[in-house]
């Protein structure tokens, strides 16, 4: 299996336009974990999806940021408009396992790095 | 919620046994314990997971007192490429799913 794989690898892009990231999961899962890693916040899950259907948005911190999973194969993060306060690591990660099961192996992406300026 | 404490930072010699110990007092009785490695501009990679007492792969091994308010991840023999951070992960059950990352253990080994 090729893994979790997200696109692109490096978004650069100007305060006010849309950015959309991309995530394909490993076949088979049916949980997918968007998470946002900077250097002041540590690693931070901001949505998660169970079966295509999203579980707990919480961590999303506005209302500019959207996810949508309109498959089991495919998910999108969508920040609009930007600002250069979104610039970060963007992870992608899938579980075989659903959300509440006590054990905790999930599969992460190689990360989009965005920065916006 | 489980809250983990570990060192910041650690630093080891190539060949050296490394323990990385985390402090979790307030862990729940159906918690696990997790244990994941993140490499620079990588994402984390789930390395070893443990209930109690111990558990060993071809990573690592995970050391569990009876009181499961610690744990101990072991790493033998390391080398220059086991530089990473290392996260300790525990008492996320009862909310459905949720991976919290604290800032984790810098590992960083020398020749």
């Known amino acids: 299996d090729a893994g979790v794989i997200q696109s692109p690898r490096h978004e650069v892009t100007e305060m006010g336009q849309e950015v959309t990231l991309r995530c394909k999961p490993i076949s088979g899962h049916n949980s997918l974990f968007w998470y946002r890693q900077t250097m002041m916040r540590g690693l931070e899950l901001l949505i998660y999806f169970n079966n295509n259907v999203p579980i707990d948005d919480s961590g999303m911190p506005e209302d500019r940021f959207s996810a949508k999973m309109p498959n089991a194969s495919f998910s999108t993060l969508k920040i609009q408009p930007s600002e250069p306060r979104d610039s970060a690591v963007y992870f992608c990660?899938?579980?075989?396992?659903?959300?509440?099961?006590?054990?905790?192996?999930?599969?992460f992406g190689p990360g989009t790095r965005l920065t916006v300026t | 919620l489980a809250k983990t404490t570990q060192p910041i930072s650690m630093d080891s010699y190539e060949g050296q046994e490394v323990n990385i110990t985390c402090s979790h007092n307030n862990i729940a009785t159906n918690d696990y314990i997790t244990w994941y490695q993140q490499f620079p501009s990588q994402g984390p990679r789930f390395i070893i997971q443990g209930y109690k007492t111990k558990v060993t792969n071809e990573v690592a091994s995970l050391f569990i007192p009876a009181d499961r308010k610690s744990s101990t991840l072991s790493l033998p023999r390391v080398s220059l490429s086991d530089t990473a951070v290392y996260y300790c992960?525990?008492?996320?059950?009862?909310?459905?799913?949720?991976?919290?990352f604290g800032q984790g253990t810098e590992l960083s080994v020398k020749p």
């Open positions: 990660a899938s579980s075989p396992l659903p959300p509440g099961h006590s054990s905790y192996e999930q599969y």
């Open positions: 992960l525990v008492g996320v059950y009862n909310q459905g799913g949720k991976l919290i």
